[in-house]
């Protein structure tokens, strides 16, 4: 028995060494390591600090400090970014793995089992204990009691027949699971209950880098309070003392040994467990099963768990604290690098007053002095003082006006913009610079572990974005407007300054040239002149000192009130609210965005729905036709293939779609140039041959005559590029109706750019005793009158012009064709002129040149699409590629020329609807479906007379329309408005008009009715 107790005896002092010469370093080392990494942080702190310090001690200048004070802010926020850099970089280590993993290498020394036989003894009962072990220790103790009762009664019978007694104890054996037992006392329980002050290491830690940055934070303000004394962060505190580093390395010293003596009573308690366990186990108070090595696993699991999870919270709490506490440290450095570009500008704009103005009045000052005196010392001659006046007079437009004062007066416009903007870049450059995302736990609560939910995020950028950047712009700006200000007003002192000089000496001159006048009240009147230009100059240097003084103090008060804005970045309480603020505004942004998103889905949703349907539709409308076709139902009927009120947005829709080039080549604008003029020849030969006749003082006048779109413009500018005309042109081209004399002057005096014309005699005594001949080419001549009562005077106005002009002038008219053949009827307007040229109708050859010119410039290849008709016919399928294009080329430009009649630019409009991108260099041309113009006959009398006065008007706005029918405004517009709805009118801007689609079939049904001619 007693070599069983030593051998457990030597178990447990091994057990002991093993613990406090193996394992306990391991712990402690782990807490120094946390210790000696703060070390290096308060060390690496320390020397930047020291730095610092004696560079400001040194610094005698205000400037100087606040640079200095800057380059240590940057060197601060660098540290602690390094700080949390190397966080972020380092692998968690799991203390607690390593610890017993280590261990279990050690204990493996230590005996697994040890065996004991010792002397047994009844249990005794405790009311804690389960209902089991009670009847498992009643029934031990009825057996240990049975024995003791038997051995006694064979003792008494022993001792009587004197035979030696039996032995009354009782033995039994017990087997310890001695290793399992260590792991679970000396590392389970151990962690168990050490790990926790490992939360007492990181307190002291944590509150060390708050004093260090409560007391950097003090400097702050108290630096502030130097730059700024009226400062409202001013708390009135004395001032702080230094801090003292080595006190918070020995703080964390005291706080080791302090961990060290509490380690000492939890593991002499712990060992004290651990030989009373090892007096029960393997019995019924301790059973083998509670040191089972599964569950002892459990149990480091779920200690490493604790640990992972208090590690990362301490983890937390310390990038939390290094982020708030770098928010206030980037703040600082923004302020001074702020302050230290305004000591930067507001230096530039005390030299530039220094050195460009005030110097520069220096010389004004000294040009009167000069002067005066030259003045002062002329001779007595009336003539020689009038010479020295003369002089001088001389000098001031020259050497004051034109060499200084205009320069001057050049150069302070707008001269301190440059340093205003710079300031506001610069400012806007500093806060760009912030952190996007800091960390901070609210109410500075630092000295305890932080779960991921008790870390906020705020972006210290976005903050100062919001309110402080935007409000120290505005404060600049309204500086800056100020200034500008200012400098006008000395703008306009120092021109007055000049000019009263200019006529002082001016007056002089005259008072000599003037009889009784005595020389000595001349040079008084110079004196007193010169005096009040003296006075502008005063002016001036006011102005600037005032300005200088202002711009000082309004500057600096507007930095100081960006530091107050950004002074609440330093309050975690307010930079939770601000982030708040933000956030509800950028919600009310977001949904008015989506709101604008979901209405703008529908806007453009319903067009397609009802592109969709009108589709549909026609899709549908089609093949009904079509199989009422070939029942022998019904006949084959022309259709539109678009809505009429459609087309032109549609065109242009599409034009948006194609390439720029294509868009540029094919933009329905006049032209001029060589590549793309075709096929008017013929009308040019004309036009220029009338030119040639009238420079041979022939009485020429030409009228242009062709539909709107048929290129009369085109016409006109390529034979005054061609002919390289070198006589002065007047050109205009007439938009709005001119029927009254009073608007046909004004006209005129527009025209020919005078404004004395009364009537139009002087016109016409103007033109013919201008020095040369002269062009005038006048568009859209259907614009001068009104088919109503007295609605041709102005155009007779016009025809009496010509007629007595002719030969100073070569007089081109243009006319669309229903208004020549209308007026040829009413008023003979053929008579007027001598020549007519008509611009014919293109043929369909001349439109697919005019296409395809403009084409081959844009290098997109064509492909011409069939419709489903073609594409069924079997001659077609038949054909190979290439002659399939050339017939679909064929039909298209024949069935283009139809539509268009030969106007070239309601071709290119059917060319652009019917164009679609396809990959990045072909464009598919399609099909273009006849029109069935047969509503046109549905019309009733009213309508068409309507369609008749806007042909033969060329439009006409509803006041004019309303004086052509002869009826109210209310009575025309109920008559415009159904056809406008229609889609037979277009109105583009105020004026009413045919839709060019319909417009020739329109016009040819009101010639078969005799409405027009």
Not at 23 to 30: A, G, H, Q
Not at 62 to 88: H, T
Not at 165 to 193: A, C, H, S, W
Not at 521 to 542: D, F, I, M, P
């Amino acid at each position: 028995m007693t070599n069983n107790v030593d051998i457990l005896s030597a178990q447990l002092k091994l057990a002991d060494d093993l613990f406090r010469q193996k394992l306990r370093p391991v712990f402690e080392n782990y807490l120094k390591e946390i210790v000696t990494n703060h070390k290096s942080f308060v060390e690496g702190f320390k020397t930047i600090f020291y730095n610092y310090q004696k560079e400001f001690n040194n610094a005698s200048k205000r400037n100087e400090k606040i640079v200095i004070e800057r380059a240590f802010k940057a060197k601060m926020v660098a540290f602690i970014d390094e700080q949390l850099a190397a966080m972020s970089g380092e692998d968690a280590r799991n203390f607690v793995s390593d610890f017993i993993s280590f261990a279990k290498d050690h204990a493996a020394g230590l005996k697994s089992i040890v065996s004991i036989r010792e002397q047994l003894k009844p249990y005794s009962f405790s009311f804690t204990e389960t209902p089991l072990v009670f009847s498992r220790k009643v029934l031990f103790n009825m057996r240990f009691y049975s024995n003791f009762l038997l051995i006694k009664i064979a003792n008494f019978f022993r001792r009587i027949r004197k035979k030696p007694l039996l032995d009354t104890k009782v033995y039994g054996k017990r087997k310890i699971p001695f290793r399992q037992m260590f792991n679970n006392f000396l590392l389970n329980e151990f962690l168990k209950k050490a790990l926790p002050l490992e939360n007492k290491l990181h307190v002291t830690v944590n509150k060390n880098m708050v004093a260090i940055w409560e007391y950097t934070d003090r400097l702050d303000k108290e630096f502030r309070e130097f730059l700024f004394p009226n400062n409202s962060n001013n708390d009135g505190e004395k001032a702080l003392e230094e801090i003292d580093f080595e006190n918070l390395i020995e703080a964390c010293n005291e706080s080791l040994a302090i961990l060290a003596a509490d380690t000492d009573a939890i593991v002499g308690k712990l060992f004290d467990d651990f030989a009373a366990a090892a007096d029960k186990v393997d019995g019924l108070d301790l059973s083998v099963k509670s040191f089972r090595q599964n569950k002892i696993d459990e149990r480091n699991e779920r200690l490493e768990s604790i640990h992972h999870t208090q590690t990362k919270q301490w983890t937390n709490t310390q990038k939390a604290l290094f982020d708030d506490w770098a928010v206030d440290v980037e703040i600082n450095l923004l302020f001074y690098s702020l302050i230290n570009e305004f000591n930067q500008m507001y230096g530039k704009v005390d030299a530039y007053i220094q050195t460009d103005l005030e110097h520069k009045l220096e010389l004004v000052k000294l040009f009167f002095d000069t002067s005066e005196k030259n003045i002062e010392k002329a001779s007595g001659s009336r003539k020689a003082l009038l010479k020295t006046i003369a002089a001088e007079k001389n000098n001031v437009a020259l050497g004051l006006i034109d060499n200084n004062l205009t320069p001057l007066v050049e150069q302070l416009t707008a001269s301190f913009d440059p340093y205003f903007e710079a300031l506001s870049i610069q400012a806007n450059a500093f806060v760009q610079q912030l952190s996007d995302n800091r960390g901070f736990i609210r109410n500075k609560k630092y000295y305890e572990p932080a779960g991921d939910s008790d870390i906020k995020h705020i972006s210290p950028k976005e903050l100062l974005q919001f309110e402080a950047l935007p409000a120290f712009v505005t404060e600049i700006k309204s500086l800056q407007r100020w200034v500008n200000g200012q400098l006008e007003k000395m703008r306009i002192n120092l021109m007055g300054l000049g000019t009263v000089a200019d006529f002082t000496l001016e007056s002089a001159q005259i008072m000599l040239q003037a009889d009784g006048k005595e020389l000595e009240a001349t040079k008084q009147a110079v004196a007193e002149g010169y005096a009040r230009s003296l006075k502008h100059l005063a002016n001036v240097s006011e102005i600037i000192k005032q300005l200088k003084a202002e711009t000082h103090s309004r500057l600096t008060k507007a930095i100081a009130r960006f530091d107050e804005n950004i002074f609440k970045l330093k309050d975690t309480e307010n930079l939770f609210e601000l982030n708040l603020k933000i956030a509800r505004i950028k919600a009310v942004e977001r949904t008015k965005h989506y709101r604008k998103q979901f209405f703008d889905f529908f806007k453009d949703a319903v067009p397609r729905l009802k592109n969709f349907y009108d589709e549909s539709k026609n899709k549908l409308t089609a093949t009904i036709e079509k199989y009422k076709k070939r029942m022998g139902i019904s006949t084959e009927k022309k259709f539109l293939s678009f809505e009429l009120s459609e087309f032109l947005d549609q065109t242009h829709q599409t034009l948006q779609h194609l390439p720029f080039v294509y868009q540029r080549l094919f933009q329905l604008k006049p032209t001029d140039e060589d590549r793309f003029y075709v096929n008017r020849e013929k009308e040019l030969e004309q036009l220029a041959k009338a030119y040639e006749n009238w420079k041979k003082d022939r009485f020429v006048t030409v009228a242009l005559v062709g539909d709107k779109g048929s290129g009369i413009t085109s016409l006109i500018n390529y034979f005054l590029k061609k002919n390289k005309i070198d006589l002065p042109v007047y050109r205009t081209t007439l938009s709005n109706k001119i029927y009254q004399t009073e608007q046909y002057l004004l006209l005129m005096r527009e025209l020919f750019d005078q404004r004395h014309f009364k009537n139009n005699a002087e016109i016409i005594e103007f033109l013919n005793n201008t020095e040369s001949n002269t062009i005038v080419v006048v568009e859209n001549l259907q614009h001068m009158f009104l088919k109503k009562v007295n609605g041709f005077d102005c155009m007779n106005l016009f025809f009496e012009l010509m007629a007595h002009t002719m030969k100073k002038v070569f007089w081109v008219g243009a006319y669309t064709n229903h208004s020549w053949n209308y007026l040829n009827r009413t008023i003979h307007v053929s008579n007027y002129f001598t020549t007519e040229i008509y611009a014919e109708p293109m043929s369909r050859e001349s439109i697919e040149n005019i296409i395809f010119k403009r084409n081959h410039l844009s290098g997109f290849q064509i492909v011409f699409e069939a419709d489903e008709d073609i594409t069924a016919s079997k001659n077609f399928q038949k054909l190979d590629e290439i002659e399939q294009q050339q017939l679909l080329r064929s039909t298209y430009f024949n069935t283009l020329r139809a539509l268009s009649a030969g106007n070239i630019s309601l071709a290119q409009l059917y060319w652009l609807r019917s164009t679609r991108m396809e990959g990045s260099d072909t464009i598919i041309i399609s099909a273009i479906k006849e029109i069935d113009f047969s509503f046109i006959k549905k019309l009733s009398g009213d309508e068409l007379f309507v369609m008749q006065a806007l042909i033969i008007h060329d439009g006409l706005e509803i006041d004019d329309f309303s004086l052509v029918m002869n009826k109210p405004i209310i009575a025309c517009r109920n008559l415009l408005t159904p056809l406008l709805e229609k889609g037979l009118l277009i109105k583009p801007r105020s004026k009413y008009n045919i839709h060019p689609i319909i417009f020739k079939a329109m016009a040819g049904y009101l010639t078969g009715k005799n409405f027009i001619n």
